[in-house]
């Protein structure tokens, strides 16, 4: 009797949940019939803004995971291959071929590309900064950004033009202040180093959508710096069209109010919105800093799934509010074996391509929407 009990018990929690999102393995042929005829986010929100994922495509990516992606996602960032490290070993050499792949593989396949990253402190070789001589490093800086951007001009519809230039932290003073990180970058060409990225790269492509991308920028002294950076740069007529906020965060702690406020601080700024590497741990760290938040294998709880379900429930709701300022959300990864945070569980497919229970959520989000979220249809 008690163990009847225990099954009728846990058959509903996991209902209550959402049927698409089971995870067991014996579950796995139900699931994949319930999916085949379950809408997929990208159209549920194809009215109101992209759905994207990263990685560095077609790859090693299995026939299943990129047919997931073709299902899923009409949007792909490439994760590694386009940063200047990679692409850009050497000032007389460059290697363009899992770029060239990604940028054909998605043109095949009618799915739109959003570049990253043009100009970072990290994953940028040294050469760059060689000798320091400023007029040199303006011209590298140049060429780099025109061969790269120009090459897929009117197949990549825009680009994280410079990527994570504010420093953490800050308090009350810094936050009236760019408070820009001491990069090779500032250290060689001063602040003027983000302009001119902006320009190179509206000179190689006039049409692309070009945005400044960083982490912890919703929230605090650094919220306030990315605000009167942007400010400098519209208003010394730098041609900007969108803020891309990361979205590392996790179920222990997700800014909802802050996130709000800063799309809102952001659109009347004349700009547009993307979230554009989202991932909501179930545990550890949430810092957006390369390298952090590994480890940790734990399998996820059902009470994990559900609080990262309500969390991205909870995050879509504030997105479909501003949809008209946001462009695109993207995931940053495809499933929990690709991700940066392995172990953390951080995206809505697991590591066996199954739905999770924040996948639901996220359908439900619009499809009908909890009293109070304030998520209009």
């Not at 007529?237 to 702690?253: D, E, F, K, L, N």
Request: hydrophobic letters at 35%; proline letters at 5%.
């Amino acid at each position: 009797m008690n163990k009847r009990i225990l099954a009728l018990v846990g058959c509903a929690l996991l209902t209550s949940l959402t049927a698409s999102a089971l995870e067991q393995p014996d579950n796995k042929k139900k699931d994949d019939k319930s999916e085949k005829h379950a809408p997929t986010i990208k159209e549920v929100y194809q009215k109101h803004f992209l759905i994207g994922t990263a990685g560095d495509l077609p790859g090693n990516y299995s026939r299943e995971e990129l047919d997931l992606v073709k299902a899923n996602f009409n949007i792909v960032t490439p994760e590694n291959c386009m940063k200047p490290g990679p692409i850009h070993p050497r000032e007389d050499a460059w290697r363009f071929e899992r770029a060239d792949a990604l940028v054909k593989w998605c043109t095949d396949n009618h799915i739109a590309i959003h570049g990253h990253t043009l100009v970072w402190h990290s994953q940028t070789n040294d050469w760059f900064f060689r000798d320091g001589e400023k007029a040199a490093v303006t011209q590298r800086l140049k060429e780099h950004i025109t061969t790269l951007v120009g090459r897929y001009k009117g197949k990549i519809q825009g680009w994280d033009v410079v990527n994570e230039a504010i420093n953490d932290g800050g308090n009350a003073r810094t936050a009236k202040t760019e408070n820009l990180r001491n990069s090779p970058w500032l250290k060689t060409l001063g602040p003027d180093f983000i302009p001119l990225a902006f320009k190179f790269a509206h000179e190689a492509d006039p049409k692309a959508k070009l945005y400044y991308n960083d982490y912890n920028i919703e929230a605090g002294a650094k919220h306030e710096s990315s605000l009167v950076l942007l400010k400098r740069l519209i208003k010394n007529g730098v041609p900007i069209h969108g803020v891309g906020i990361q979205g590392h965060w996790s179920t222990s702690h997700v800014p909802y109010e802050a996130i709000d406020r800063a799309i809102s601080d952001y659109a009347a700024l004349g700009l547009k919105v993307s979230i554009t590497e989202l991932d909501v741990t179930i545990r550890g760290a949430s810092g957006g800093q390369f390298g952090r938040g590994r480890g940790q294998g734990t399998p996820p709880s059902a009470q994990d799934l559900k609080a990262q379900a309500d969390a991205y429930a909870r995050l879509f709701a504030i997105f479909i509010k501003h949809k008209d300022v946001v462009e695109r959300v993207t995931f940053w990864g495809l499933n929990d074996r690709r991700t940066w945070r392995v172990g953390q569980h951080p995206l809505l497919f697991d590591a066996n391509n199954q739905r999770k229970p924040a996948y639901g959520a996220i359908v439900e989000a619009l499809q009908h929407p909890r009293p109070g979220s304030g998520a209009p249809r």
